[in-house]
């Protein structure tokens, strides 16, 4: 196939690129900047010039294509409410093109889904709101409902050496500081996968998904948070320590509605519809392994 790519030059889709072209597919990745270019054209991949903002540029490559692959978002945090508008507006942009066909439209959003138990690929997704308003998954099931061939992949903590998720706020918060934190007793956990891992079920999910699918990219359900804190906090050589939960949002910032959350999520429905089998090291091993200091 021949699969528009967004996101192709950022952290996961530029791990997604290899997977695609080693597996046969061709692959058009949208890049903003001749850097970006360069690196996809050096990767094997085809070049659509443009970013989230241009409509026009986002309608040809869906036109191009056999299938999209949406993973591109700005993680600009102090933005954020105004990066989750963008993203919805360029998923309806292309679910516009690929609206009366059967090409594959896979969208990203998170997981996090229930409370209390581990959620599962049954639960629906969030409402967005105001404090948590991004709509990438509600955007998604409402092209489903007007006949685009759609699915959703959501993403944990995707993790190596040198990115985790919200993990890397995690640690600027912790350098800035001084010390690195969690919330009460710090039992609530974050799941998380390896990007490589994360980049194959990308693929697994083109070639052998549903239209109307969600898909957990979950190779742990949780990692407790304060494990995570504590593997900062020795990266760092900073103290760990516990924050109320009334003290969250000050200490966090936009992290606080995320530091308090239990986000426990299985995988289980994915690993046997798709076979995905993660490999990866887990993320305690990658925040022991990475590089604190800074240049």
Same mark, same amino acid.
Do not use: C, V
């Given at each position: 196939m021949r699969v528009f790519l967004t996101g192709a030059t950022g952290f996961i889709g530029s791990r997604i690129v290899p997977e695609l072209i080693g597996a046969g597919h061709q692959v058009l990745g949208l890049a903003r900047n001749d850097e970006g270019a360069k690196a996809l054209i050096?990767?094997?991949a085809q070049v659509q010039r443009g970013d989230l903002e241009d409509v026009g540029s986002l309608r040809s490559? *869906?036109?191009?294509s056999d299938a999209v692959l949406h993973v591109a978002f700005r993680h600009d945090w102090t933005r954020f409410a105004e990066n989750c508008e963008l993203d919805k507006r360029a998923i309806e942009t292309i679910g516009a093109v690929l609206q009366g066909s059967d090409r594959p439209f896979i969208v990203t959003s998170g997981v996090g889904v229930a409370e209390g138990r581990a959620a599962t690929e049954d639960d629906p997704p969030l409402t967005p709101s105001a404090t948590y308003p991004r709509a990438s998954e509600a955007t998604a099931v409402a092209l489903m409902e007007r006949g685009v061939h759609a699915s959703v992949m959501r993403l944990p903590q995707v993790h190596d050496t040198v990115k985790q998720?919200?993990?890397t706020p995690l640690v600027a918060i912790a350098r800035a500081k001084g010390v690195s934190a969690y919330v009460g007793d710090g039992r609530n956990r974050w799941?998380?996968?390896h990007v490589t891992d994360v980049a194959r079920l990308y693929r697994? *999910?083109?070639e052998k998904g549903t *239209?109307?699918?969600r898909y957990h990219a979950v190779a742990e359900e949780g990692v407790p948070l304060r494990d995570i804190a504590t593997a900062i906090g020795r990266g760092l050589n900073v103290p760990a320590i516990s924050v109320s939960?009334? %003290?969250? %949002?000050?200490h966090f910032g936009f992290l606080g509605f995320f530091a308090r959350r239990d986000a426990q999520t299985s995988s289980t429905q994915t690993r046997t519809k798709l076979g995905w089998n993660p490999t990866g090291p887990d993320l305690l091993t990658d925040l022991g392994n990475m590089r604190y200091a800074q240049d």
């Open positions: 050096a990767a094997g490559g *869906a036109s191009a998720g919200l993990i799941p998380a996968a697994l *999910a083109l *239209a109307g699918a939960p009334e %003290q969250a %949002q000050e």
